[in-house]
């Protein structure tokens, strides 16, 4: 079986065909050109030397392991900080290149339940929460619960992934058409 990144996930959630589109056709999306994506990566860089202990300090983590790259059977990821919590539990941190506007984008969110899923096989211990840093907003910190339906959705998502990918299967389109506008493979899609 591939082994998959949060970005697959996102992507076929997002819309399955993508999946296809890359992975089984091999057309890539050059996200590599996009300013914000090359930002956000050379930013990581940044906050894991800044090291933000108070950041930790308000959440109630008692330990910290930082840029920890987790695998799996099926998905793999490179965490900014897997933050040990004083109940015991572990959160994933990720720090956004972004600006806080009030709401938490459903990418950010399946970003970190990915994260959960990795933390938990990996340390072996439960993940409840997530915390995302917007650094473009002062470094503000967000906390998200993360619940067993999240972490069930990513692996039911982590399988049908691989089916597309193996059986080279061409899935049905998103059913949001708003989504396609703007498509990378709009032009190659059969709707």
Same mark, same amino acid.
């Given at each position: 079986?591939?082994?998959?990144?949060?970005? !697959?996930?996102?992507?076929?959630? @997002?819309?399955?065909?993508?999946?296809?589109?890359?992975?089984?056709?091999?057309?890539?999306?050059? =996200?590599?050109?996009? @300013?914000?994506?090359?930002?956000?990566?050379?930013?990581?860089?940044?906050?894991?030397?800044?090291?933000?202990? $108070?950041?930790?300090?308000?959440?109630?983590?008692?330990?910290?392991?930082?840029?920890?790259?987790?695998? %799996?059977?099926? #998905?793999?990821?490179?965490?900014? =900080?897997?933050? =040990?919590?004083?109940?015991?539990?572990?959160?994933?941190?990720?720090? /956004?290149?972004? *600006?806080?506007?009030?709401?938490? $984008?459903?990418?950010?969110?399946?970003?970190? !339940?990915? @994260? +959960?899923?990795?933390?938990?096989?990996?340390?072996?211990?439960?993940?409840?929460?997530?915390?995302?840093?917007?650094?473009?907003?002062?470094?503000?910190?967000?906390?998200?619960? *993360?619940?067993?339906?999240?972490?069930?959705?990513?692996?039911?998502?982590?399988? %049908?992934?691989?089916?597309? *990918?193996?059986?080279?299967?061409?899935?049905?389109?998103?059913?949001? /058409? +708003?989504?396609?506008?703007?498509?990378?493979?709009?032009? #190659?899609?059969?709707?």
């Amino acid at each position: 079986m591939p082994s998959l990144t949060p970005s !697959h996930i996102i992507q076929y959630l @997002y819309c399955p065909r993508f999946t296809y589109f890359e992975y089984v056709l091999g057309i890539p999306q050059y =996200e590599e050109k996009h @300013y914000k994506v090359m930002r956000g990566r050379d930013m990581h860089d940044v906050k894991l030397i800044q090291n933000k202990d $108070y950041l930790r300090k308000r959440v109630g983590a008692v330990n910290k392991h930082l840029d920890q790259y987790l695998t %799996n059977a099926f #998905l793999r990821g490179r965490v900014d =900080e897997v933050l =040990e919590l004083a109940d015991g539990s572990f959160a994933p941190l990720d720090y /956004k290149f972004a *600006i806080y506007e009030d709401l938490v $984008y459903l990418t950010y969110k399946t970003q970190l !339940h990915c @994260y +959960a899923v990795l933390i938990e096989d990996n340390f072996g211990k439960n993940v409840r929460r997530g915390f995302l840093v917007y650094v473009r907003s002062r470094n503000k910190l967000v906390a998200l619960d *993360i619940s067993d339906t999240d972490k069930r959705l990513v692996r039911e998502a982590a399988g %049908n992934v691989q089916s597309i *990918i193996q059986e080279n299967h061409y899935p049905p389109a998103t059913k949001n /058409k +708003a989504r396609c506008v703007g498509c990378t493979y709009s032009n #190659l899609c059969v709707k």
